[in-house]
């Protein structure tokens, strides 16, 4: 059998089509893959993935809407065809290791349900966890940018942090430093199998981060996973994280000093 994710946005791929691709294949049942740019790491146990020129769009769920849980704001999931690829196992390696533990900071920054944004992470509190943390952990500050080509459904902003703030914690590594050519996501599936420490924000991010264990703190000031609490119920099944998820930005410090 063949999944296609018909290029609909990151988290929903996430949710749905991957541990619905990897339950078949674990089954028996997968014969092929499609999906959109530099998805074919999230694939690698695929017999044959397609990768199209095909940019994500709201628009496109509705040729998913047959594919199980793709409803994902939902109190429960039917685990029933559903299982995450083990990533963390899959993707350790020896490159990205430092001196210190490390600890993941990912942000995003565009304009969310046509109006501003509002789940990010500010220059307030990017400076606070940079100047608190830094000593303790090797940070790792992931965000993509407008010009590495990862628009999801809408067009990324400009935060100005890397121009206003990142060059004054030089001890601070960006996702960008580390990149040498390649696959954008599997540097990012090789980091975070090496990390233990997420900081995140709703969306894709969280999502990703919550398949490698250890410790989620999700900022999440407005989104679907709020109303039907599916950060409390059922993000730990990605890879059995610990879940944190904080609504304001004092809160967040609050979960970060507990748990950091």
């Excluded at 998913?64 to 109190?75: E, G, L, V, Y």
């Excluded at 679907?224 to 410090?253: A, M, T």
Aim: hydrophobic share 35%.
């Amino acid at each position: 059998m063949q999944t296609n994710s018909f290029g609909i946005e990151f988290g929903y791929e996430m949710i749905a089509v991957v541990p619905w691709a990897y339950w078949l294949h674990i089954n028996g049942n997968l014969t092929s893959t499609v999906s959109v740019k530099d998805m074919t790491p999230f694939y690698y146990f695929s017999p044959c993935h397609k990768q199209v020129d095909k940019r994500r769009h709201w628009d496109n769920m509705e040729m998913a809407k047959n594919i199980p849980n793709i409803k994902i704001h939902t109190p429960t999931l039917d685990t029933s065809q559903w299982m995450p690829p083990p990533y963390k196992d899959h993707y350790k390696n020896d490159e990205y290791k430092f001196d210190k533990p490390l600890l993941i900071v990912t942000n995003k920054y565009n304009i969310e349900w046509g109006g501003r944004p509002m789940n990010f992470l500010d220059h307030n509190t990017l400076v606070w966890i940079f100047e608190n943390y830094q000593d303790k952990y090797q940070i790792i500050y992931s965000r993509f940018l407008p010009e590495m080509g990862y628009d999801d459904t809408v067009d990324t902003m400009d935060l100005k942090e890397f121009t206003m703030i990142l060059p004054e914690f030089p001890k601070v590594i960006t996702i960008q430093e580390l990149y040498n050519g390649g696959s954008w996501n599997e540097l990012q599936l090789r980091l975070y199998a090496n990390c233990d420490k997420f900081i995140t924000v709703q969306g894709g991010t969280s999502i990703l981060a919550s398949y490698f264990g250890g410790v989620n703190i999700i900022y999440a000031r407005k989104g679907g996973e709020l109303r039907c609490f599916s950060y409390q119920s059922w993000y730990n099944l990605f890879g059995g994280s610990d879940i944190h998820v904080s609504q304001s930005y004092p809160y967040l410090k609050v979960a970060i000093r507990s748990l950091l």
